[in-house]
């Protein structure tokens, strides 16, 4: 896709109730590929490093917004 947004949440909960409340509400653009990838926290600290999205969101992404 053009646009990957990688969205963290805090547990598996908290991801699958995430992913419940945007069902249906994307793509964010009829024009433009949009791919949203799902981690908890946990899967993220064990990614960041190593390589893929995960890595590639810490080194070099946009944090787009923070809820804590």
């Known amino acids: 896709s ?3 947004f990688l ?3 805090k547990d598996n ?5 995430a ?3 945007l069902k249906g509400q994307y793509p964010l653009s009829q024009n433009i590929p949009v ?17 893929g999205i995960a890595f590639e ?3 070099h ?3 787009l917004r923070s809820v804590a």
């Not at 909960?13 to 109730?17: F, G, I, K």
């Not at 791919?35 to 390589?51: A, D, Q």
Request: hydrophobic fraction near 40%; glycine fraction near 6%; charge should be neutral.
């Open 35 to 51: 791919e949203l990838v799902w981690m908890t926290v946990s899967e993220f600290e064990r990614k960041k490093n190593i390589g």
């Open 2 to 4: 053009d646009l990957d």
């Open 61 to 63: 992404g946009k944090l």
């Open 57 to 59: 969101a810490f080194h």
């Open 19 to 21: 992913q419940k409340s």
């Open 7 to 9: 969205v963290i949440c």
């Open 13 to 17: 909960q908290h991801l699958r109730d």
